[in-house]
C-alpha cells in the first residue's frame, strides 16, 4: 500500500469533475486501499479520488470510532434525499485548518459499487450522510468552501496560498 499526496485547495486541479470508474479492476482496488491508508494518515473521516489527482468516481469513508469500517463507494449516486437540511461544521483535508458550516440534508440514501463490484444501497444520516456529501461534491469538483461568502473564500485562498509559499521556502 503506498500514501498519496492531496491536492490543496485553490490548486485548479480540484475543480476537475470525475468520470464514472468503468470497472473496478485490481487498479480501483489497488486505488482504494491506498486512499484509506491515507485518509487514516492524515486524520481524515473522508477522502475523495479527485483530492489525490485521480478523476475517477471513488470514494472512501470511516466515520467509527475504532477507525476499522472503511466504506469503499464506487460511482456513488444519490438515490433519496430527506426533505429536512441543517447546518453542520466541515473540514477538509485539502483546505487545512479551516472549519465552517455548510447546509447539507439530514440523510441520504447512496446507490454504489463497493470495492468488490458488488451493488450496495447505503441509508446514511449524521456524519456519514454529511461525509458522503462532502465527498460527492469533491467528484463534481466541488470544494466545500464554494458555499462560504466570496469573501471568506477569498481569504482562505489568500491565506492557503501563503501558507504553500511559506512550505516551499
Ligand atoms: O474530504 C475530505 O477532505 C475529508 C474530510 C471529510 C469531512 C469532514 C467533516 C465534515 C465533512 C466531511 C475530513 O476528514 S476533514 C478532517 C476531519 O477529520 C474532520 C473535520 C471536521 C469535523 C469532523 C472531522
Ligand atoms: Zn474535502
Known amino acids: ?14 475543480h476537475k469533475v470525475a468520470k464514472p ?14 486512499m484509506i491508508e491515507t485518509m487514516y494518515e492524515a486524520k481524515g ?18 466515520v467509527s470510532e475504532e ?10 449516486e444519490l438515490v433519496w434525499t430527506s426533505a429536512e437540511k441543517r447546518i453542520n461544521e466541515e473540514g477538509c483535508l485539502s483546505v487545512p485548518g479551516i472549519y465552517d458550516g455548510v447546509e447539507r440534508f439530514d440523510a441520504v440514501h447512496v446507490q454504489a459499487l463497493d470495492e468488490h463490484g458488488k ?28 458555499y462560504l461568502s466570496p469573501l471568506k473564500r477569498n481569504r482562505i485562498k489568500t491565506k492557503m ?4 509559499r511559506e512550505e516551499r521556502a
Open 67 to 76: 477507525r476499522d469500517q472503511a466504506i469503499v463507494l464506487v460511482n456513488p
Open 1 to 14: 500500500m503506498a500514501l498519496l499526496p492531496i491536492l490543496c485547495y485553490p490548486d485548479p486541479k480540484l
Open 119 to 146: 451493488s450496495r444501497k447505503i441509508e446514511a444520516d449524521g456524519m456519514l450522510a454529511v461525509c458522503i456529501q462532502h465527498e460527492m461534491d469533491h467528484l463534481l469538483g466541488k470544494v466545500f468552501v464554494e
Open 161 to 164: 496560498l501563503k501558507a504553500q
Open 21 to 34: 470508474v468503468a470497472e473496478v479492476t485490481d487498479r480501483i482496488k489497488t486505488l482504494a486501499a491506498d
Open 45 to 62: 473521516i473522508g477522502l475523495a479520488a479527485t483530492q489525490v489527482d485521480v478523476h475517477e468516481r471513488l470514494i472512501v469513508i470511516d
